[in-house]
């Protein structure tokens, strides 16, 4: 089925540093979105993007985050500066429209693990 | 407030036999929007039956489907005739609201499930 691709599968850096992680949507999705997994814990929604804009953020969503697809190219999401608690899996979604389950599904990429030291 | 409970935390069972695995949810919305997803050994987040609230009928998939209990607020996955790579963990997750107006999702700390031959 399609895939939605996340690269790196997992990123070290050192705390205040800037990281962008990167998402490869399904080629025809017009949503995105990013979740974040902290080890344990339940997963919880960051942002969903369409348009250019943000759609929706949670509070999770730290005045750090960005998130932008310059020409549709890579659907990224940037942290600057990174703080210990940034440490988490990061997994990017898209679907064609917001209304996803059936055959609009929502996709998820494999997430990428982000290490703070 | 919305939230996803999965109590247990880990299941094994025998290949060819039938698994239940629990969900409940607490919502305000009289609409919303139900979900399991899997997640493969490799990270990958695959969906795989979604319930919505108004439908009274059970959703099917293949050998996927839900026992949803709306008095309980509850949305219990069934599995039957399973098999070895039906070992993953399986999320369970809750949209509320009308299309357009809530894209993310709630989700609950998942079960494990192994099974073996």
């Known amino acids: 089925g399609p895939k939605v691709l996340q690269i790196p599968s997992h990123q070290i850096i050192d705390m205040g540093q800037m990281v962008t992680l990167n998402c490869d949507p399904v080629?025809?999705?017009?949503?995105f979105y990013w979740y974040k997994q902290i080890l344990g814990q339940q997963m919880e929604f960051l942002v969903n993007?369409?348009?250019?804009?943000?759609?929706?953020k949670s509070k999770l969503f730290k005045d750090q985050f960005s998130v932008e697809r310059p020409d549709g190219s890579y659907f990224t999401l940037k942290i600057q500066p990174t703080a210990l608690e940034d440490s988490a899996v990061y997994f990017c979604?898209?679907?064609?429209?917001?209304?996803?389950?059936?055959?609009?599904?929502?996709?998820f990429g494999a997430g990428t693990r982000l290490s703070v030291l | 407030a919305q939230k996803v409970t999965q109590t247990q935390t880990s299941i094994s069972v025998v290949e060819k036999t039938t698994v239940t695995m629990d969900c409940v949810y607490e919502?305000?919305?009289?609409?919303?929007?139900l979900f399991w997803y899997k997640q493969t050994a490799s990270g990958e987040i695959v969906f795989l039956i979604r319930?919505?609230?108004?439908k009274k009928e059970n959703a099917t998939v293949g050998h996927y489907s839900l026992n949803f209990q709306k008095p309980k607020s509850s949305i219990g996955l069934i599995i039957t005739a399973t098999q070895i790579e039906d070992s993953a963990v399986y999320f369970c997750?809750?949209?509320?609201?009308?299309?357009?107006?809530?894209?993310?999702?709630?989700w609950g700390l998942g079960t494990s499930l192994v099974v073996n031959p």
């Open positions: 979604a898209s679907s064609t429209s917001r209304d996803w389950g059936g055959e609009n599904t929502l996709y």
């Open positions: 993007f369409y348009n250019g804009k943000v759609m929706e």
């Open positions: 997750a809750m949209r509320e609201g009308n299309v357009g107006d809530n894209s993310k999702l709630i």
């Open positions: 080629s025809n999705h017009l949503y």
């Open positions: 919502t305000r919305d009289s609409s919303y929007f």
């Open positions: 319930q919505d609230s108004y």
